[in-house]
């Protein structure tokens, strides 16, 4: 191994690549965008969040738990493609300071 990175850094960013990868094939399924994103995550949102003003009080405490739910899943989704893409590039980098060092 190099002096940049441990083998275990690398294995690190090599599976967090991978699930971003994962990830980002998920988006490209047309099922999954349509259950998921399109139903579950943007739908939901929008119509829970119109229902809300009219919703009584003892129902607003489930709506905004349905609501932070699929923000939760939502932001999970991008955090797994954001860092894939941070592990990218200290991939490229490490690579780079090998080749420079060899």
């Known amino acids: 191994m190099n002096e940049f990175a441990s083998a275990d850094a690398l294995a690190e960013a090599n599976k967090n690549v991978d699930l971003a990868e994962a990830t980002e094939r998920l988006f490209k399924n047309k ?12 739908e939901t949102l929008i119509t829970s969040s119109l229902d809300y003003a009219s919703c009584p009080e003892q129902y607003r405490p489930r709506l905004l738990e349905k609501v932070a739910s699929r923000g939760n899943l939502n932001a999970f989704l991008m955090e797994l493609i954001e860092e894939g893409n941070k592990a990218k590039d200290f991939i490229n980098y490490v690579e780079q300071n090998q080749e420079k060092g060899e």
Not at 31 to 40: A, E, G, N, Q, S
């Open 31 to 42: 099922d999954f965008k349509k259950v998921i994103i399109d139903l579950y995550i943007r």
